[in-house]
């Protein structure tokens, strides 16, 4: 199992916006969880990953290659791509196109665009404004604010069944209405797409969710079961650079 994880907008796992260069989040988590191989991906200019990271490219299109050839090189039986928030809405983008085999997210964004989410009559949220921004950048630049739920209606075939799991905590109502969107999207895409989508609801939770079920443990049995048997080393390259390398830890 290789695991393609996602920061948020914000430093911290519970996806607070306040700022700074977002972390490379879940990196604990994985590790203690048994997994082997993870590509860790931020994106510093907290635009949703729509501009690109590094220096491949300016588009979502780009961040999707760069790991394509990642994948390539590592060679594994099973990718699963993570993310809170921000970086929920690009694991579930990335496993859309990329067919991954899994994604887990929690409180997602599954609309960008912030006149469609006033459409929606989607509650305020606290990143909004950084939506706001994104939105004119995007006028300027020329690239669309993509919600997921076009992403779905966009899937091909494919061979590979993607299984989309999204958890949200019942106290954001925001959060909840989204990820019914991105549900009813599914489960109205044709057969050939070969999707499917779990929404997992948590009582007494807000949108901070991830980060309390970091400290409650939850986290920690999810992402076991994600990695499952983990990410061997037998049959990685000698050039792959894996947690021995990682800094972050």
Same mark, same amino acid.
């Given at each position: @199992?290789?695991?393609?994880?996602?920061?948020?907008? #914000?430093?911290? $796992?519970? =996806?607070?916006?306040?700022?700074?260069?977002?972390?490379?989040?879940?990196?604990?988590?994985?590790?203690?969880?048994?997994?082997?191989?993870?590509?860790?991906? &931020?994106?510093?200019?907290?635009?949703?990953?729509?501009?690109?990271?590094?220096?491949?490219?300016?588009?979502?299109?780009?961040?999707?290659?760069?790991?394509?050839?990642?994948?390539?090189?590592?060679?594994?039986?099973?990718?699963?791509?993570?993310?809170?928030?921000?970086?929920?809405? %690009?694991?579930? &983008?990335?496993?859309?196109? /990329?067919? *991954?085999?899994?994604?887990?997210?929690?409180? !997602?964004?599954?609309?960008?665009? !912030? #006149?469609?989410?006033?459409? $929606?009559?989607? !509650?305020? /949220?606290?990143?909004?404004? $950084?939506?706001?921004?994104?939105?004119?950048?995007?006028?300027?630049?020329?690239?669309?604010? @993509?919600?997921?739920?076009?992403?779905?209606?966009?899937?091909?075939? &494919?061979?590979?069944?993607?299984? +989309?799991?999204?958890?949200?905590?019942?106290?954001?109502?925001? #959060?909840?209405?989204?990820?019914?969107? +991105?549900? *009813? %999207?599914?489960?109205?895409?044709?057969?050939?797409?070969?999707?499917?989508?779990?929404?997992?609801?948590?009582?007494?939770? =807000?949108? &901070?969710?991830?980060?309390?079920?970091?400290e409650s443990g939850e986290l920690h049995e999810l992402l076991r079961r994600a990695v499952g048997d983990g990410a061997a080393e037998q049959g990685l390259p000698e050039s792959y650079v894996g947690f021995d390398g990682c800094d972050d830890f």
């Amino acid at each position: @199992t290789l695991v393609i994880a996602f920061a948020g907008a #914000d430093a911290a $796992l519970a =996806g607070r916006v306040k700022g700074g260069v977002p972390s490379r989040e879940f990196s604990t988590s994985l590790r203690r969880a048994g997994a082997g191989a993870a590509i860790f991906v &931020r994106d510093t200019l907290r635009c949703w990953y729509l501009r690109g990271v590094g220096d491949d490219g300016h588009d979502f299109a780009s961040v999707v290659d760069a790991l394509r050839r990642e994948v390539a090189a590592v060679r594994p039986t099973r990718v699963v791509t993570l993310g809170c928030s921000m970086g929920g809405y %690009a694991a579930l &983008r990335a496993a859309i196109e /990329m067919g *991954a085999d899994a994604a887990i997210a929690f409180a !997602p964004q599954v609309v960008l665009e !912030p #006149d469609e989410r006033r459409r $929606l009559a989607l !509650p305020p /949220m606290v990143y909004d404004h $950084l939506l706001e921004g994104v939105a004119n950048a995007g006028e300027a630049e020329g690239f669309a604010l @993509t919600s997921l739920v076009a992403c779905v209606a966009e899937r091909g075939r &494919r061979a590979t069944r993607t299984e +989309l799991e999204v958890h949200v905590g019942e106290q954001c109502t925001g #959060d909840c209405a989204e990820a019914e969107l +991105l549900a *009813a %999207a599914v489960a109205a895409a044709e057969p050939e797409a070969n999707l499917a989508c779990t929404v997992v609801r948590h009582p007494d939770r =807000g949108h &901070r969710l991830a980060g309390e079920m970091r400290e409650s443990g939850e986290l920690h049995e999810l992402l076991r079961r994600a990695v499952g048997d983990g990410a061997a080393e037998q049959g990685l390259p000698e050039s792959y650079v894996g947690f021995d390398g990682c800094d972050d830890f």
